[in-house]
């Protein structure tokens, strides 16, 4: 993307030769625009109903990428994090000292997969993409993630009470086999969220592929999927293909960065 369309076109070209010199296969392109580098959607890069669109890029570049360099092209897109700019949408964490509920500040802005209005919007987002883009897959973000004090919003809490778990947080981690059940419990929502936004797509493109990327902990250390509700071996099962994170420094591995990759 450049605001000046004589440089964006420079911009594709070269992009193109690049791709089909080194004889890639498949491309991740990234279908939002995160200005800042906040890690959630605020411009998309199609038209669509709820976000505004950077530029109209997506379908030229996707269409360009297949036809002239011969690649797949997966649409990298947020499973949750997208910035609608209402704050009942999104995802809550309790604080365990005050029991207060508010947006985490260090972790990506993400709505709520147990808020309907939030899921339509979502839903609506990847029909328009469908609509408007030619792909031959998803990757969904890394922005997949429920910690171990989310998702407090009502929605969260109130969808928890109705698949049989306490209405408090604390109280379930104070159980830890019910704590255990609970973490599965939103590893499988956030997957089965995700398969619901893939059968939106496939009306449109029946053959797509898809891939979720995964955090290195829950892959490291499983018990870990409590922080994150991700689970390799679920991963495994419900998609394609899945995109290891193995990120030393973000890990804070940057004395041994070497080591740790190779472990």
Known sequence: YDPDPIQCEK??????????????????????????????????????????????????????????????????????????????????????????????????????????????????IYEDLGIHVPIGGIAFHDDGVLTDYEDASPAGIAAQVKAGFPGSIPEIQQDKPIFHQWTRWKSKALIDFSHELIQIVKKFHPTIKTNRNIFALPVLQPASEEWFAQNMDDFLQAYDHVALMAMPYMEKHADDADTWLVS
């Open 11 to 124: 911009n594709l070209g070269t992009l193109i030769e690049r791709i089909y010199k080194y004889k890639i296969n498949t491309v991740f392109l990234q279908a939002f625009s995160d200005t800042g580098a906040k890690g959630y959607a605020r411009e998309l890069y199609f038209p669509n109903r709820h976000l505004p669109m950077k530029a109209d890029l997506m379908n030229r570049v996707a269409w360009q990428l297949s036809t002239r360099a011969g690649v797949i092209v997966y649409a990298w897109m947020p499973l949750t994090a997208f910035d609608f700019h209402d704050d009942r949408l999104l995802v809550k964490r309790i604080d365990p000292q005050t029991g207060q509920t508010r947006t985490a500040p260090d972790q990506y802005k993400r709505v709520s997969i147990f808020c309907e209005e939030a899921k339509q919007k979502t839903r609506e």
